[in-house]
């Protein structure tokens, strides 16, 4: 079975420029995860998705963060402008309807970089 | 606000020996917990859960123990190997299923052989 993919593995932008990560989650899986994770932190949810629908983006800042999740299946999160704190590990995470102990699989992440 | 604690940011611990990483919550409204292993510029990998209505949980060398009344909970690992090596995350979740994970800011186990 396939994990989780995610890219770019790496990305490094300067500050007010835009940047988008992808996640392609495991197959049949409906709910997809973003988390932030910034260094010597654990992961932190930005948002997360059932099927195509939003279930919770309260962490989500939304002025500069976009995702969408279009025909249930991979999902894009979109940076603009970044600002410096923004660099951190895009971790992407999903799971499967049915989950009693609520087992999230991690894609490897995206690495950000803004200088 | 810190809802999952991880105190010790490191352990170092000797082969073959016993490595206990602890984890402190203060929602009552945690219900499931959740152990992950991170290698470097690798994603999380789930290791081994609890349910609240259990106080252990065994999976070959790994054992969680889940105290309620103390809102703590532990991982141990016997006997240790040098392949432990890795940050190790304390996550939980409010109800069962496809809920978000509040994480701890993870424990960085060292095993030298």
């Known amino acids: 079975e396939a994990g989780v993919a995610q890219s770019p593995r790496y990305k490094i932008i300067e500050k007010r420029q835009s940047v988008a990560f992808w996640c392609n989650p495991i197959s049949g899986h409906a709910t997809l995860y973003w988390y932030q994770q910034i260094l010597g932190q654990g992961p932190k949810l930005l948002i997360q998705?059932?099927?195509?629908?939003?279930?919770?983006d309260s962490q989500l800042p939304k002025d500069r963060f976009s995702a969408e999740r279009l025909k249930g299946v991979d999902s894009t999160l979109k940076i603009q402008p970044a600002k410096l704190e923004d660099s951190a590990v895009y971790l992407c995470a999903s799971s499967a309807s049915g989950s009693s102990y609520n087992e999230q699989f991690f894609g490897p992440g995206t690495r950000l970089t803004v200088l | 606000d810190q809802q999952v604690k991880q105190n010790s940011p490191s352990l170092s611990v000797q082969e073959g020996r016993i490595s206990i990483l602890n984890c402190d919550y203060t929602?009552?409204?945690?219900?499931?917990f959740l152990w992950y292993k991170k290698y470097p510029a690798e994603g999380p990998t789930f290791l081994i859960s609890?349910?609240?209505?259990?106080d252990k949980n065994e999976d070959g060398r790994f054992t969680v123990f889940l105290n309620k009344s103390a809102k703590h909970l532990s991982l141990h690992i016997v006997p240790s190997q040098p392949g432990d090596s890795a940050v190790y995350f304390c996550?939980?979740?409010?109800?069962?299923?496809?809920?978000?994970?509040?994480f701890g800011k993870g424990t960085r186990l060292s095993v030298i052989a």
């Open positions: 998705f059932q099927n195509n629908g939003v279930v919770d």
């Open positions: 996550a939980a979740s409010r109800t069962p299923g496809n809920t978000p994970l509040v």
């Open positions: 609890i349910s609240s209505i259990k």
């Open positions: 929602n009552s409204m945690f219900d499931y």
